[in-house]
């Protein structure tokens, strides 16, 4: 008997554990995160100022003169793979040297309340922030005006004279943040101003940024997606409707989409991460016409950016890199020789055709 009412107690206990663990798992992006990184980068356009947490790998208030290359790292939606500036720097060793890494982290209203932080501490919504969306406090900023602040910084001379590149990265929903960044960002231009160089990786994300109503079709051909789905081209999957405010001035597509070609872009593919069920996939119409899986959608959007580089005559300055048995893995798909290509220029990575 008191055997069996141990069996009993241990199936509740365990049972007990397994509802706990999944109601975690469910909650994970609407709880707070766990760790809020403990710098603060003061952000203070025009239409107010505000505070990010952020990690720089040294202190970037002083001259850094053997700095050559900045590698900023952009966190997935959940809010909570912060170190993978931490595991890169271990992890790339030698290729690292001379490299400052820079770790910014958006939080919402839940973080902030969470672990009673500042009232300067900016706060967006859930998955604002990826789309380029103001703050919803203190001040309504933009998630690229504060890129715009990190790459002015980079730009800064006095700090950083021997700086030749910059690499902006994101994973998953950062990678959403770093392709829309790339198309619409205005912060290159300092850095370019500067004499650096800036490429943008984007690493399976769910979606891409579209110029029109064209999306990839099964026989390969890219075909008008209205009549399926009205709101194909709804802001961050095309340009038509909802805009953040970041983008004041009238938006042409076609003169976005020219710059865009122009810019050093890489996507960084895991050939595993193929699941048309995946989290955060994206199952509405205007997510779905780029493709059933991440991986599928990344190779529909190299072929559309292609073919448009094609028509406009211009040389094709974007790479797809394809990171062989990876599925949505942040610190794998970083890792990896083409993951260490991208990021660090290491040789051994074969563009994918």
């Given at each position: 008997m008191p055997t069996i009412r141990l069996l009993l107690l241990s199936t509740i206990f365990c049972a007990s554990v397994l509802r706990?663990?999944?109601?975690?798992?469910v909650d994970v992006v609407n709880s707070p995160v766990p760790v809020v990184l403990q710098d603060?980068?003061?952000?203070?356009?025009?239409?107010?100022?505000?505070?990010?947490?952020?990690?720089?790998?040294?202190?970037?208030?002083?001259?850094?003169?053997?700095?050559?290359?900045?590698?900023?790292?952009?966190?997935?939606?959940?809010?909570?793979?912060?170190?993978?500036?931490?595991?890169?720097q271990?992890?790339?060793?030698?290729?690292?040297?001379?490299?400052?890494?820079?770790?910014?982290?958006?939080?919402?209203a839940t973080d902030v309340t969470a672990h009673h932080l500042s009232s300067t501490t900016l706060q967006w919504q859930e998955s604002g922030w990826l789309q380029g969306y103001d703050a919803k406090s203190p001040s309504p900023i933009s998630s690229f005006t504060v890129m715009d602040a990190i790459f002015a910084h980079l730009a800064d001379r006095t700090l950083f004279p021997n700086l030749k590149d910059v690499v902006l990265a994101g994973h998953s929903a950062g990678g959403q943040f770093v392709q829309r960044y790339a198309v619409v960002g205005r912060g290159e231009m300092n850095l370019i101003a500067a004499g650096i160089h800036v490429r943008y990786v984007?690493?399976?994300?769910a979606a891409y940024l579209y110029f029109g109503d064209e999306r990839p079709q099964p026989?390969?051909?890219?075909?008008?997606?209205?009549?399926?789905?009205?709101?194909?081209?709804?802001?961050?999957?095309?340009?038509?409707?909802?805009?953040?405010?970041?983008l004041t001035r009238p938006v042409s597509p076609?003169?976005?989409?020219?710059?865009?070609?122009?810019?050093?872009v890489i996507y960084l593919l895991g050939t595993a991460d193929n699941d048309p069920n995946a989290d955060a996939l994206g199952q509405a119409c205007a997510f779905k016409?780029?493709?059933?899986?991440?991986?599928?959608?990344?190779?529909?959007?190299?072929?559309?950016?292609?073919?448009?580089?094609?028509?406009a005559r211009l040389p094709q300055r974007h790479r797809l890199l394809e990171v062989p048995g990876v599925a949505h893995r942040t610190f794998a798909m970083y890792h990896s020789v083409c993951g260490l290509a991208a990021l660090f220029d290491k040789p051994g990575c074969v563009t994918t055709p």
């Open positions: 706990s663990v999944s109601a975690a798992e603060r980068f003061h952000v203070q356009p025009e239409n107010g100022a505000g505070d990010i947490p952020i990690r720089v790998s040294r202190d970037w208030t002083f001259a850094q003169t053997d700095v050559t290359r900045a590698v900023i790292i952009i966190h997935g939606w959940p809010r909570r793979d912060i170190d993978a500036d931490k595991d890169l271990q992890r790339a060793g030698a290729l690292a040297e001379g490299t400052l890494f820079i770790t910014p982290q958006f939080l919402t984007a690493a399976n994300p026989d390969g051909s890219f075909a008008d997606a209205r009549a399926s789905c009205p709101g194909v081209s709804t802001w961050n999957n095309g340009l038509a409707a909802k805009l953040p405010t970041y076609g003169a976005l989409e020219d710059d865009y070609l122009q810019r050093d016409s780029q493709g059933a899986t991440r991986l599928e959608r990344g190779h529909a959007y190299f072929r559309y950016i292609t073919a448009a580089a094609d028509t």
